[in-house]
């Protein structure tokens, strides 16, 4: 079946540090790949997609890229702010499937 | 209102009691999918809807649990003779087919 790990939390970095949250999978067919991202008390919303092996998706100066040979989609950015404080979530739709299947999640803390 | 709502946002109940929930996709979506997110967890996914046909279903969903979407448009999810481990946070989520999920803010059930 298809299963998504992500790296454990909670992160906890200054203003301004680079950032990676590492995300692995293993799936059936061609999965396409999402990180979404919940704000305290908010939903989850959709960060950025990739639908092949190659692709970068990109948002609010996050990337991230998906690798075929590693099964791997680590999302990254530059130059962190107070305001990404979040869980990040790794997520993936198996190939021909219609359901996301979730990692557990990992929480951003960014500090002054 | 263009997002995914759903009601109530917060439910305590009584071991044994029957609760339903409500969401209302966004307009032209004609997927519609309810997760199941515990406490340091990812969501889980547990059934879904094209238009109003229930394509399906988790087995995560026991029959204590039934979801319909009538007419195709906004969808109820069902919880009969509630317990304990039902408490969690009841998420739902509307897309266009091959279109990334919306998600609401979720229902968060508590049982005692």
């Known amino acids: 079946g298809n299963s998504v790990t992500q790296m454990e939390g909670p992160v906890t970095l200054s203003e301004e540090a680079f950032l990676t949250i590492n995300c692995t999978y293993t799936?059936?067919?061609?999965?396409?790949l999402f990180w979404y991202v919940q704000y305290p008390g908010e939903g989850l919303q959709l960060l950025l997609k990739?639908?092949?092996?190659?692709d970068k998706g990109s948002n609010k100066g996050f990337e991230a890229t998906y690798r075929k040979e590693t099964t791997s989609f680590h999302l990254e950015k530059g130059s962190v702010q107070v305001s990404d404080s979040a869980v990040y979530f790794c997520?993936?739709?198996?190939?021909?499937?219609?359901?996301?299947?979730f990692g557990t999640g990992t929480q951003l803390k960014v500090e002054l | 209102d263009t997002g995914v709502s759903q009601n109530p946002r917060h439910k305590i109940t009584k071991r044994g009691q029957n609760v339903t929930f409500r969401c209302d996709p966004i307009?032209?979506?004609?997927?519609l999918y309810w997760y199941r997110q515990t406490l340091g967890q990812g969501p889980e996914f547990l059934t879904y809807?094209?238009?109003?046909?229930?394509?399906?279903k988790s087995r995560l969903l026991s029959d204590r649990f039934s979801a319909e979407r009538p007419k195709g448009s906004f969808s109820t999810l069902e919880i009969q003779r509630t317990e304990q481990g039902d408490s969690a946070m009841y998420l739902c989520?509307?897309?266009?087919?091959?279109?990334?999920?919306?998600f609401g803010q979720g229902t968060r059930l508590t049982v005692v």
């Open positions: 997520a993936l739709i198996g190939g021909g499937g219609n359901k996301l299947t």
């Open positions: 809807f094209q238009n109003e046909a229930q394509l399906e």
């Open positions: 307009s032209e979506h004609n997927r």
């Open positions: 989520a509307s897309s266009l087919e091959g279109g990334p999920a919306f």
């Open positions: 990739a639908t092949k092996a190659d």
């Open positions: 799936a059936t067919g061609y999965p396409s």
